[in-house]
């Protein structure tokens, strides 16, 4: 039996003053995202349970079983978000996030790991120095695994959606203390819902990663997800993830 855990980003109210890790997109026509998030992680866990997913499963001889960090609008800590894959030594942790941009011109589907060395006190993109401790254990399949989920949005948004793209980068040595190039897609920053640590992944070996599934400020993007046709949209989206969520698990 194969374990994924979902996390709908955010949650709840902002209990911390200025904390910036609740930062909570809004839709251009004014949807939260913590409602999507919690909305898409449900509709990924039926698929999972009883949709293509669990068809898929099956084709694969695979038994998956689906928890969610949160089944309503609360706020949970990173703590106890990735208390729920130690509980559960969960295979995959997979937290879902929706992207703004203050500009509200920025586009695309990108998916985060963990860095490969943390950089105490700066939240900066990039592997990191190598010298500053902390170090992400499963880089290469987190990569891996937010690679395979990145590139099932995608194909599953641009079938939807001509305008959407990947978010692609690559760090170099000079500014990140290594080279590094992750697949298309994916980007790499000190996450504390990622981290190790907090995933006890020293243990499980947990593949971790974060998807921002697009810029809901975009109208084109607000219409596809909370638009007349919005249900369709959601489905297919989830759908393709949860897919992707059972090849990986």
């Given at each position: ?10 949650g ?19 949807v939260?995202?913590?409602d ?23 084709a ?17 800590s ?68 937010a ?52 995933l ?10 974060l ?39």
């Open positions: 039996m194969s374990v994924i855990v979902i996390d709908p980003g955010h709840g109210t902002k209990t911390i003053p200025n904390d910036s890790s609740w930062n909570n997109a809004v839709s251009a026509s004014g939260r995202e913590k999507l998030t919690l909305d898409l992680a449900k509709r990924i866990r039926w698929s999972v349970q009883a949709g293509s997913g669990k068809a898929r499963a099956d694969l001889g695979k038994q998956i079983s689906v928890v969610l960090t949160r089944e309503s609008d609360v706020n949970l990173f703590k106890a978000r990735g208390g729920f894959v130690v509980q559960h030594r969960a295979d995959l942790f997979l937290s879902l996030h929706f992207n703004a941009s203050d500009t509200h011109t920025a586009r695309g589907t990108e998916g985060w790991i963990d860095r490969t060395y943390a950089q105490h006190g700066l939240d900066a993109e990039g592997p990191g120095r190598p010298a500053s401790g902390l170090r992400n254990l499963n880089v290469a399949a987190d990569a891996a695994f690679g395979a989920i990145v590139q099932a949005t995608f194909a599953a948004l641009h079938a939807l959606d001509p305008g959407a793209v990947l978010r692609s980068t690559a760090y170099d040595a000079a500014s990140n203390g290594e080279a590094y190039t992750p697949p298309a897609g994916v980007k790499m920053k000190g996450l504390g819902v990622l981290r190790d640590a907090t006890g992944t020293a243990a499980n070996r947990c593949r971790a990663a998807l921002e599934v697009e810029f809901i400020d975009i109208r084109a993007v607000d219409r596809l997800w909370c638009g007349p046709n919005a249900a369709a949209a959601r489905n297919a989206v989830a759908s393709a993830i949860a897919v992707s969520l059972v090849e990986t698990a």
